[in-house]
């Protein structure tokens, strides 16, 4: 598995980890604790910024086909109409 499937999968667990636990502290009633509290805005945190790893991370995947398809179009187009050679001035 690549390095990027990893990762991908990696914060995938970490974002419900931290749901889950913030779940369990609040179902609990320990989220009614001072400590609870920061508990859970800890495992949120995680969440979110996880969260946000793997919308960066499907924004990437999903740019470079795009690039991909632009750059085949270019070469495509540069194949079908060769440049004409300038005039020579003498």
């Known amino acids: 598995m690549s390095d990027r499937g990893f990762l991908f999968l990696f914060s995938l667990l970490m974002i419900v980890g931290g749901i889950a636990a913030a779940g369990y502290l609040v179902v609990s009633g320990q989220a009614g604790t001072v ?35 632009k ?10 109409s060769p440049a004409k050679a300038a005039p020579v001035q003498g």
């Open 35 to 69: 400590d609870g509290l920061f508990l859970v805005l800890t495992a949120l945190l995680t969440a979110a910024v996880f969260g946000l790893y793997v919308k960066f991370m499907i924004g990437r995947a999903m740019e470079q086909p795009a690039e991909a398809a």
């Open 71 to 80: 750059t085949a179009a270019a070469k495509a187009l540069a194949k079908e």
